[in-house]
């Protein structure tokens, strides 16, 4: 096993200064300097610090590294998850450590995960807030009911109103002629922007990539660097996010077979079968807030933006 940045030895009993400096350093960028992970880490790859393999940070090993409570002279008990005090040296403090996990949606050093085992048929991408255009995400209730819910501004509504409606029409869609065509036509078309989005990541990741250099080099100021970075990472996310629900339309496998067919298809079809159908059929799924206290119905409530006009 390779030892663990900052340390001289397997048992952690003494620190390396040189190394313990740089964790510092990017820590503070972290911390105190607001910067994202992915610049710490193009900084600290600028500035010719290796891992303990001599290999280039990356985002996996960074992300180990900084999870590794012994940096902060901790560890965690296994069964409870709580940190305890090793008495051993420290590259950072235990405050930055608990801000560090913070920072990165962690609890107990556990990675946020889905709260849900609900198979939630329309949260990634579909669904949106029609009172403040936020994606909305499969949910319980505090009751314990599926829901979907805008993080931002809290509508809700209960996952069967919602998919029991889309589901409807949906099936009167599938049922009129030339709608298996339309389908293949919208799945070819997505194709193309799956494509698209793939070059556009691409892109912005060399231009993210090219921000280290005139840096290290004295060019810009870290100011700088940070406001082209987040606004880089910010074109990333809502590109990845995007291509993710794209390539699940794209990848999914459509009915074969007449118009009845595709009927019957869809009692039983898989869910991301079903999920690729309806993101063909519809650009949006928005949900309006119920205008009073126990108003469930959801014809009211969703409005369903076609995504061609053929199919509309
Ligand atoms: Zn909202």
Known sequence: MPRLYGFEDQRLSRVRESERQATQEAVSRLLVGGQSRSAVISWMNAEGHRGTMGGAWNSTTFGRFLANPAIAGLERDPETGELRETGRPTLITRDEFEQLEALSGRKDGVPPARDDDFPYLFSEGLTECGSCHHPMTGH??????????????????????????????????????????????????????????????????????????????????????????????????????????????????????????????????????????????????RVMPARARGVRGADDRVVLKWLSAEAA
């Open 140 to 285: 319980r209730s505090n009751a314990g009911t599926p829901s979907y819910r805008c993080e931002n501004c809290g509508v809700r509504i209960t996952a069967a109103a919602l998919e029991d409606y889309v589901g409807e029409n949906t099936l009167a869609e599938l049922s009129r002629p030339g709608t298996r065509e339309a389908l293949e036509a919208a799945q070819e078309k997505m194709r193309v922007e799956a494509e698209a989005l793939r070059q556009r990541i691409k892109a912005l990741r060399a231009s993210q990539d090219g921000l280290a250099e005139p840096y290290a080099e004295g060019q810009v100021t870290r100011k700088v660097l940070v406001a082209a970075d987040e606004k880089i990472s910010e074109k990333l996310k809502d590109a990845r996010t995007r291509l993710r629900y794209v390539e699940q339309i794209v990848d999914a496998k459509l009915p074969i077979g007449d118009v009845e067919d595709l009927v019957r298809w869809w009692e039983h079809a898989p869910h991301a079968s079903k999920r690729a159908v309806v993101g063909l059929l519809f650009d949006r799924v």
